[in-house]
């Protein structure tokens, strides 16, 4: 699943958005294995492009987690997202 070139027209603004979008969904239906492949492939593509409008649509996923925290890689998702939002407001 994971590409490495977005493909023509495709850009990193867009893609993080479906990807964040997609680790939604999964959140609510309580799968935290699609909360953690989506939301990961998303956090990656914030990082790489320092993108404040993905970062934002991760914010918003980490507030659907709920009881997916129980989780241990929800958690720390939800905490690498808590450190990029804090690290692009500053």
Do not use: C, N, W
């Amino acid at each position: 699943m994971k590409q490495d070139v977005l493909a023509k027209g495709q850009s990193f603004r867009r893609r993080g958005a479906v990807l964040a979008d997609l680790a939604v969904i999964g959140a609510k239906r309580h799968d935290p294995d699609q909360v953690v492949t989506f939301g990961r492939e998303a956090l990656e593509l914030a990082r790489a492009s320092s993108s404040g409008y993905v970062a934002r649509r991760l914010r918003g996923l980490r507030a659907e987690f709920g009881s997916l925290t129980h989780d241990v890689r929800v958690a720390d998702l939800g905490s690498e997202i808590d450190a990029l939002t804090t690290s692009q407001q500053t």
